[in-house]
């Protein structure tokens, strides 16, 4: 396939760098791919957690899961457990699993809901992900026809980077190593080329952004504006560290712990436990928030926590002129949903499928790129919103003030919309489906104020025998599984 930029040049390593290199290489072999980094500056490369698209993204490149699982020393991943979210003490599961059908008299969970307790236990027992999550189990399908639930990854996201490198670099991308000192801007208003520390300059036609929180290209070179998200997402801060794995658990999911002024994350990657603590500034001190994280820690640090500085939100525009951001320089939204490799995705996608006409995109295009990678951010707000909005927890002011805010109008209607009448209503541009705002509603007890109809329908018996023989069966399914662990070396082996 051929594309009209025949020189790309992507600005910034790391993992959105490298995967837009690579995906490049293999859809323009054609066109030259140069990636310009420098080690002086390095990359924010801490543990990395991923949502199923990246297997997609994976595939389209050609890339052997066990090979990628042995390079990164990932693990696999069925979802994220929430702790003391809703209150101290409590737990649930966001599974990206299947919770049956979502509305009508057949509804899985308003059943669940009509029928009460009576033994069933919680709804996630009606999910195969979430039983195999936390039963510490898991197993691949022989074939991806027979893949009855969705998976994705944990793996070190400096050794993804350095797998895509050379995968990249074997389908003739250039690396270039300097630091950029200079990018002028053409007639237009677009970049004419780069200029290096050392007095070298790189041509380009089209420039891809990947340099960070820098956002050397878009935010500082063509003075992007940037729209804050703070008021509703006000955590601004993580420490990060990773730890030695104590005990014999490899869970095959990220875990989230609710704190005084943020959360905890933890990681499970094959060698080790990747750790942080994402909190908002204003509400705790620097050191403070240190000693929290490492309150956390599985096992003794095998490195010294990092402090990263970041603000919510994303560059009103992502295409200006001849120069795309991609991954941090385009825009950052919190961790919370393991959410930006699915944006760097997300955005390579839609990029390559305007170029590969072969000719440069109409203005139209363009904006239209630009509304699409617009709403994804915001909804994807909403969504990590979502989890703070419904807390019930007053035991700091973080949380009391995540309780009260005024919330986004998208935000605010898809509530009233589920309040009211039990609809799980979906914009465009949804990054989260359906089934992953229920997982949030349920875990967090937040549930319609009146219950659907069509739902008496369905003779009470007829639905306990369903709900009974579906547990059932999944659990006798996830008994039979091996380990997580065992499964994971079972790959590694081949």
Same mark, same amino acid.
Request: proline share 4%; charged share 25%.
């Given at each position: 396939?051929?594309?009209?930029?025949?020189?790309?040049?992507?600005?910034?390593?790391?993992?959105?760098?490298?995967?837009?290199?690579?995906?490049?290489?293999?859809?323009?072999?054609?066109?030259?791919?140069?990636?310009?980094?420098?080690?002086?500056?390095?990359?924010?490369?801490?543990?990395?957690?991923?949502?199923?698209?990246?297997?997609?993204?994976?595939?389209?490149?050609?890339?052997?899961?066990?090979?990628?699982?042995?390079?990164?020393?990932?693990?696999?991943?069925?979802?994220?457990?929430?702790?003391?979210?809703?209150?101290?003490?409590?737990?649930?599961?966001?599974?990206?699993?299947?919770?049956?059908?979502?509305?009508?008299?057949?509804?899985?969970?308003?059943?669940?809901?009509?029928?009460?307790?009576?033994?069933?236990?919680?709804?996630?027992?009606?999910?195969?992900?979430?039983?195999?999550?936390?039963?510490?189990?898991?197993?691949?399908?022989?074939?991806?026809?027979?893949?009855?639930?969705?998976?994705?990854?944990?793996?070190?996201?400096?050794?993804?980077?350095?797998?895509?490198?050379?995968?990249?670099?074997?389908?003739?991308?250039?690396?270039?190593?300097?630091?950029?000192?200079?990018?002028?801007?053409?007639?237009?208003?677009?970049?004419?080329?780069?200029?290096?520390?050392?007095?070298?300059?790189?041509?380009?036609?089209?420039?891809?952004?990947?340099?960070?929180?820098?956002?050397?290209?878009?935010?500082?070179?063509?003075?992007?504006?940037?729209?804050?998200?703070?008021?509703?997402?006000?955590?601004?801060?993580?420490?990060?560290?990773?730890? &030695? +794995?104590?005990?014999?658990?490899?869970?095959?999911?990220?875990?989230? =712990? #609710?704190?005084?002024? /943020?959360?905890? *994350? $933890?990681?499970?990657?094959?060698?080790?436990?990747?750790?942080?603590?994402?909190?908002?500034?204003?509400?705790?001190?620097?050191?403070?928030?240190?000693?929290?994280?490492?309150?956390?820690?599985?096992?003794?640090?095998?490195?010294?926590?990092?402090?990263?500085?970041?603000?919510?939100?994303?560059?009103?525009?992502?295409?200006?002129?001849?120069?795309?951001?991609?991954?941090?320089?385009?825009?950052?939204?919190?961790?919370?949903?393991?959410?930006?490799?699915?944006?760097?995705?997300?955005?390579?996608?839609?990029?390559?499928?305007?170029?590969?006409?072969?000719?440069?995109?109409?203005?139209?295009?363009?904006?239209?790129?630009?509304?699409?990678?617009?709403?994804?951010? &915001? +909804?994807?707000?909403?969504?990590?919103?979502?989890?703070?909005?419904? =807390? #019930?927890?007053?035991? /700091?002011?973080? *949380? $009391?003030?995540?309780?009260?805010?005024?919330?986004?109008?998208?935000?605010?209607?898809?509530?009233?919309?589920?309040?009211?009448?039990?609809?799980?209503?979906?914009?465009?541009?949804?990054?989260?489906?359906?089934?992953?705002?229920?997982?949030?509603?349920?875990?967090?007890?937040?549930?319609?104020?009146?219950?659907?109809?069509?739902?008496?329908?369905?003779?009470?018996?007829?639905?306990?025998?369903?709900?009974?023989?579906?547990?059932?069966?999944?659990?006798?399914?996830?008994?039979?599984?091996?380990?997580?662990?065992?499964?994971?070396?079972?790959?590694?082996?081949?």
């Amino acid at each position: 396939m051929k594309t009209a930029y025949k020189r790309i040049v992507v600005v910034g390593g790391g993992s959105a760098g490298w995967m837009a290199s690579a995906a490049f290489a293999t859809a323009f072999p054609a066109s030259s791919v140069e990636l310009v980094e420098s080690e002086e500056i390095g990359i924010v490369g801490v543990g990395e957690a991923t949502f199923p698209s990246i297997r997609h993204f994976h595939r389209l490149l050609g890339i052997d899961e066990a090979q990628f699982l042995r390079a990164t020393n990932g693990t696999f991943k069925l979802g994220i457990e929430f702790r003391d979210w809703r209150e101290l003490g409590e737990r649930y599961f966001h599974t990206f699993g299947d919770i049956g059908a979502l509305s009508g008299p057949r509804s899985l969970w308003g059943q669940h809901r009509r029928v009460g307790d009576a033994g069933l236990g919680p709804l996630d027992a009606q999910c195969l992900p979430s039983v195999m999550a936390r039963e510490g189990r898991f197993m691949c399908a022989a074939s991806e026809e027979e893949q009855q639930f969705n998976y994705a990854y944990h793996f070190d996201a400096v050794l993804y980077a350095a797998f895509l490198r050379k995968l990249a670099e074997g389908r003739g991308v250039r690396r270039t190593e300097g630091r950029i000192v200079h990018a002028p801007r053409r007639a237009d208003g677009g970049i004419s080329q780069l200029s290096l520390a050392d007095g070298r300059v790189v041509e380009g036609d089209l420039f891809v952004d990947c340099s960070g929180f820098a956002s050397l290209l878009l935010g500082r070179a063509l003075e992007e504006r940037f729209v804050d998200f703070g008021r509703w997402l006000p955590v601004d801060r993580a420490w990060a560290c990773p730890s &030695e +794995r104590s005990g014999p658990e490899l869970a095959p999911a990220t875990r989230c =712990t #609710a704190l005084e002024a /943020g959360w905890a *994350w $933890r990681i499970p990657l094959s060698n080790r436990s990747g750790h942080g603590h994402v909190f908002a500034s204003r509400y705790i001190d620097e050191e403070k928030a240190r000693e929290q994280l490492m309150q956390q820690l599985d096992g003794a640090p095998i490195a010294e926590p990092r402090l990263l500085r970041f603000e919510a939100g994303h560059r009103e525009r992502f295409w200006v002129h001849n120069v795309v951001a991609l991954g941090l320089s385009s825009g950052f939204l919190e961790p919370l949903e393991s959410t930006s490799i699915f944006l760097v995705q997300s955005g390579l996608g839609r990029l390559i499928e305007l170029l590969l006409p072969g000719e440069r995109p109409a203005q139209e295009a363009v904006d239209a790129y630009n509304t699409g990678m617009r709403r994804q951010f &915001e +909804r994807i707000r909403d969504f990590i919103i979502l989890h703070y909005c419904l =807390t #019930a927890r007053r035991d /700091g002011q973080l *949380w $009391r003030d995540m309780a009260s805010m005024e919330l986004p109008e998208t935000l605010a209607f898809k509530l009233h919309a589920w309040r009211e009448a039990g609809a799980l209503h979906q914009y465009d541009e949804e990054g989260f489906d359906a089934t992953s705002w229920l997982a949030i509603h349920a875990g967090m007890g937040h549930w319609p104020q009146r219950s659907d109809p069509s739902l008496w329908d369905v003779p009470h018996e007829d639905v306990m025998r369903a709900l009974c023989f579906r547990r059932d069966s999944i659990a006798a399914s996830v008994a039979a599984m091996p380990t997580h662990e065992a499964y994971l070396n079972s790959v590694l082996s081949r």
